[in-house]
C-alpha cells in the first residue's frame, strides 16, 4: 500500500492543551478526576474501602446519595460531608441537578475571586506607584483603615470534589438519563467562561451487583469506570462479565489470576486501575497497598 504525507498545518491534529486528569494527587494514589466502582456484597467491607481512599484523596467537599447514610455516619465522619450535601431520597433524579448547581456556584464564586484579585493587584499598583484610583475601586476594597486582599473559601484553588453513591441500585436515579450524564460528563461539570480546567466531580458508586436488570449500573456508567474494587463473590458470571467489559485492557485468563490473588483474605479486593500513572508498576493491586505484577508465565506477584 502506497501512502502519501500532506505537510500542511491545516490537516495537521493539533493536541489541545490539558490533562483529561486535571488535579493532582499523591504519586501512590489514582489519577483524579475518577469514576470508581465498589463491587461487593453486604457486609463485604467497600464502605470502609471507598472513605479510606476517599480520605487520603483529601476531597474539599463530598457530595452523597444514599439512603442510608445516617448508619454509616460514624464511618463517614472523616471525611468532610456537610448534612446540607446528603441526599437520601434516590427515587428524586433532581438530586443531580441540585449537586450541579452546587459545583456551579463554586465554580461562579472561584471566577469572582479571580476578577476581584485582578482588580485588586492593578488598584495596589496604582496605590503604590501614585497612579490614578477609580473611586468604584477604592470602595470595593477599602474596609476598616486599610486595604485587605479579596478572599476565597479555598484560597483561589479549584475545590477537589466528589460524589460518592451508596444503595442507589433499584432506585429511580439509576433508571434516569441524568445519573448517566453526570457520569459522562463529570470532568466538565462546572466549565469557566475561559481555558483553565473545569472543577468537575470524580463519582464513586458501592454496589452489590455488577449489573442488574433493574435500577442497576448503566454500560454507560461502566463504560466510563476509571477504575474498580472488586472484593470477593460468589456469582460467576458477574465476574466473567467484568472480566469481558474490562478485556480490552486486561485478558480474562491475567485478570482471573489476580483476581484470586487479590482476594485471599477477609475484606481484601482487587483494585484495577484503568488508567494507572506511568510510575506504578501494575495496574492491579491487592487493596491500595500492594500492586501485583504479572510474569510472563501470568502469575501475579
Known sequence: METRVVNDKHVKIKVPAGNAFAYETHPLLPKAHMVSMAIAPRGGGKS???????????FDRIFVISPTFNSNSSLMGMLPIDHDDVYENTDDPSVIDKIIHKVE???????????DMKEYNKFMRNVHSGGHLQEDSLFKFYKDGYFPKP?????????????LCDDVQGSKLMTSRKIDNLV????????????QPSIGVSIFFLIQNYSSKAGGISRAIRNNATNMLIFKMKDEKQ???????????VDKETFMKVYEKAVDEPHSFLFIDLFPK????????????????????????
Request: charged share 30%; glycine share 4%.
Open 48 to 58: 470502609v474501602a471507598v472513605s479510606n481512599l476517599m480520605k487520603n484523596l483529601k
Open 105 to 115: 456556584e463554586e465554580r461562579d464564586d472561584l471566577y469572582k475571586y479571580q476578577q
Open 151 to 163: 478572599e476565597h473559601k479555598w484560597n483561589g484553588n479549584r475545590p477537589f470534589m466528589a460524589v
Open 184 to 195: 459522562i460528563k463529570h470532568r466538565h461539570i462546572g466549565a469557566f467562561p475561559d481555558d
Open 239 to 249: 465476574l466473567d462479565q467484568i472480566s469481558s467489559e474490562v478485556s480490552g485492557e
Open 278 to 301: 506511568d510510575t506504578h508498576p501494575s495496574q492491579f493491586r491487592k487493596r491500595f497497598d500492594q500492586f501485583l505484577i504479572v510474569s510472563n508465565n501470568n502469575d501475579a506477584q
